[in-house]
């Protein structure tokens, strides 16, 4: 089975500091992204790598940052929190083209 | 915009019952279809898919049907079960890389 982890289930962190929110696939998945969930908005893509070290912007990519420096792992980085950026963020991973996203759990941060 | 968007927020529905959740799209362009579930505390978890050169497909329990003239899909849940209440995203594919969500429909299986 495919497996997407992420490094927490639940973070709290206070506005400006730096978050780092990691995830990795086990699958050997070419693309990977970052989503965050909200009530009544559903999920909306903040960054997409579709390759090691490739980025591109998704939806809503003010006041974040990716890494991806192996292919298992991508991360994004919150340069300096707010509190607009309390939400539910989810990882997902593919094969390259289109298939089926594969989600991670989700990382529950709140920013005080 | 284009966005992926769902006709009811809410579902009740009797356990044993089918399920239809309905989802319209707007991208014509569009060629492959996702439907996933998400129960609370967990990510979405894939269903079934569709290709745009499709017009139904079947799964175990579950349906999806594709309406390419009018740009709707639909999700049947057969004999609903309390396991099935979850909030329900359809997603739209539309280039290689990303998927559009509809902002999702919640099943609550009534006993």
């Known amino acids: 089975d495919v497996k997407v982890t992420q490094s927490s289930r639940y973070l709290v962190k206070r506005t400006g500091e730096k978050v780092f929110l990691e995830c990795v696939q086990d699958?050997?998945?070419?693309?990977m992204f970052w989503y965050r969930q909200d009530p009544g908005l559903g999920l909306r893509l903040i960054y997409f790598?579709?390759?090691?070290?490739?980025?591109e912007k998704g939806d809503i990519p003010e006041g974040y940052s990716v890494s991806r420096e192996k292919k298992e792992r991508f991360s994004l980085i919150l340069e300096s929190a707010s509190t607009n950026q309390t939400s539910m963020y989810l990882c997902?991973?593919?094969?390259?083209?289109?298939?089926?996203?594969?989600f991670g759990p989700g990382t529950r941060l709140t920013v005080t | 915009g284009e966005s992926v968007g769902l006709h009811l927020p809410t579902l009740s529905v009797q356990e044993g019952d089918n399920s239809i959740i309905n989802c319209a799209y707007s991208?014509?362009?569009?060629?492959?279809f996702i439907w996933y579930k998400q129960e609370s505390g967990k990510g979405p978890q894939f269903i079934i898919d569709?290709?745009?050169?499709?017009d139904k497909r079947q799964g175990q329990r579950v349906t999806v049907l594709l309406n390419k003239t009018v740009k709707h899909l639909s999700l049947q849940i057969a004999a609903t079960q309390p396991g099935d209440s979850a909030v329900y995203f359809c997603?739209?594919?539309?280039?290689?890389?990303?998927?559009?969500f509809g902002a999702g429909t919640t099943v609550t299986v009534r006993a």
């Open positions: 699958m050997d998945h070419e693309n």
């Open positions: 997902a991973s593919r094969l390259a083209g289109p298939y089926e996203q594969y």
């Open positions: 569709i290709r745009s050169n499709m």
């Open positions: 790598s579709y390759d090691v070290k490739m980025k």
């Open positions: 991208n014509s362009a569009s060629d492959y």
């Open positions: 997603a739209e594919n539309h280039n290689d890389y990303k998927l559009s």
